[in-house]
């Protein structure tokens, strides 16, 4: 379980309930491709909501927020659990070729980094495969995780099985966000999180703290996510990869991947154009993974 804890609240520009901050939302968006911002005050996941408007035929650019999950999910079916006000919880509805849809975490953990950097003044490393980290005395603290699902297209699955679909066909892809953004600093419950995961409001320069507004967080990361989704659209995966190489945590770290069975330990070395990550293991062999939990481990 990966607990959010609430703390003082954001600015939300004064915002007094969530279709306040839709609106604020909407109007600073209007013309973009993420101008259907949808904000609740409490669902079960907006990932869910998010794939079943996707199922309904909705448009690529759809933004389903909600100040409060119930059954917020992480990889792995992981609970995530914040409770009102203190993180930004979103998902995006993407619907790129399949060609690229590999890339769309890369491109939205990108995206999210230079939005936290913009508004509150911290610049967070990427840990593969989906989260966002601040360093720490010791090991790096969790800042934000991605969840990215796709709904593949009716002719990928066949009765024999799997069938890859074509580069050109379009995946409905629903991307989630969690970012913590305000915590307390004195509340007895952090003390149980706070060696592993950190908020916005405890790292952010004291000028910044009482600036931080969901809101803006929100518009800073969906513009810079119509920036690079925009990209990837028109040339492909290795720009953006490049962006995300250049803002790894992961990447020329001692690592080991978790498996499940047969975990493999090694040096990270670079990621694929599909977002795979390589690691070239003690005995010298070069891995390629394309799942897997990922722990940093400390040189020597």
């Known amino acids: 379980m990966f607990t959010g804890m609430p703390g003082d609240r954001a600015r939300n520009h004064g915002a007094s309930g969530p279709g306040d901050r839709e609106r604020a939302a909407r109007t600073s968006l209007a013309g973009s491709r993420f101008a259907d911002v949808r904000w609740v005050g409490s669902t079960g996941s907006t990932n869910a909501d998010a794939m079943a408007l996707a199922r309904d035929g909705a448009a690529e650019g759809v933004v389903v927020v909600a100040d409060h999950q119930t059954a917020g999910r992480g990889r792995r079916d992981r609970t995530w659990v914040a409770p009102p006000g203190g993180s930004l919880l979103l998902s995006v509805l993407l619907r790129p070729p399949a060609g690229v849809a590999g890339a769309v975490t890369m491109a939205t953990g990108v995206s999210m980094a230079e939005a936290v950097e913009d508004v509150a003044g911290v610049s967070p490393g990427l840990k593969w495969p989906n989260d966002l980290v601040v360093a720490g005395e010791g090991e ?3 800042l934000a995780g991605i969840l990215a699902e796709a709904d593949w297209p009716a002719s990928a699955t066949i009765s024999a099985g799997w069938r890859q679909p074509a580069a050109h066909e379009r995946v409905a892809v629903v991307v989630g966000v969690g970012l913590n953004v305000c915590w307390p600093t004195d509340d007895a419950g952090i003390r149980e999180v706070a060696d592993r995961a950190v ?22 990361f969906l513009r810079r996510l119509d920036e690079h989704h925009g990209r990837l659209l028109t040339g492909g995966p290795g720009v953006v990869m490049d962006d995300w190489r250049g803002r790894s945590a992961t990447l020329g770290r001692r690592v080991r991947v978790e498996l499940g069975a047969g975990d493999v330990e090694g040096t990270a070395v670079d990621v694929t154009p599909e977002g795979h990550l390589v690691v070239e293991t003690l005995g010298g062999q070069r ?3 394309a799942v897997g939990d990922v722990i940093h481990l400390r040189a020597g």
């Open 287 to 289: 891995r390629t993974f």
């Open 199 to 220: 908020a916005l409001n405890w790292v952010a320069p004291a000028g910044r703290v009482e600036q931080l507004d969901r809101v803006d967080l929100l518009v800073a």
């Open 140 to 142: 790096d603290r969790k």
